[in-house]
């Protein structure tokens, strides 16, 4: 998960360059098709007459704002300068390694013995509810919806996961 991470923001960092360089080659080379985009962007933003004008010149006077005014308005893209996507891959591992030893730590204590599993079970759904509250405290939602909502669908995805092993291990278990 962290490596698929790090490639994904590591391509859209790369798209978003190719993007950059290809609107700055085109408002060198083809500037007056640029400014009728721009011009018509701005119409479509309310802008009309004197006021379309102005705005074109000055947006037009300065290379590096022109094409951040076509990355954001023609394209869409959005540039941040966000963390590295080495820095979010290794987050992402970090997160995935620390909720997946969660279900797992009961198993690594050797007095825990039978009640392994229901520990195990019992603290992961307190893991995700703590993590659905969080994330309900961020969101307009909530602490306790946010709460229930990602226990539910944890507890939805562990047991399609649960039932998946089990048919795959009869299946095995039948043809070898």
Do not use: C
């Not at 408002?27 to 479509?44: G, K, M, S, W, Y």
């Not at 599993?117 to 946010?146: M, Q």
Request: hydrophobic fraction near 45%; aromatic fraction near 14%; charge should be negative.
């Amino acid at each position: 998960m962290g490596l698929g991470n790090y490639l994904g923001k590591k391509s859209e960092r790369e798209y978003q360059e190719r993007q950059r360089e290809k609107e700055g080659w085109e408002v060198d080379n083809f500037p007056e098709i640029e400014r009728e985009e721009v011009r018509q962007t701005l119409a479509t933003m309310g802008f009309g007459g004197d006021g379309l004008e102005s705005a074109l010149q000055v947006i037009s006077k300065d290379k590096k704002v022109w094409v951040e005014f076509m990355m954001r308005y023609e394209l869409g893209i959005v540039e941040s300068d966000e963390i590295t996507p080495a820095i979010h891959g290794f987050a992402t591992f970090l997160s995935f390694f620390s909720a997946g030893l969660i279900p797992l730590l009961p198993f690594l204590i050797p007095a825990a013995g039978s009640v392994a599993l229901p520990l195990s079970i019992f603290s992961t759904g307190i893991a995700l509810f703590a993590v659905g509250a969080l994330r309900g405290t961020i969101y307009p939602k909530s602490w306790f919806r946010g709460g229930i909502e990602i226990f539910l669908v944890g507890s939805f995805a562990a047991a399609a996961a649960y039932l998946i092993g089990f048919f795959l291990q009869k299946l095995i278990t039948t043809f070898v």
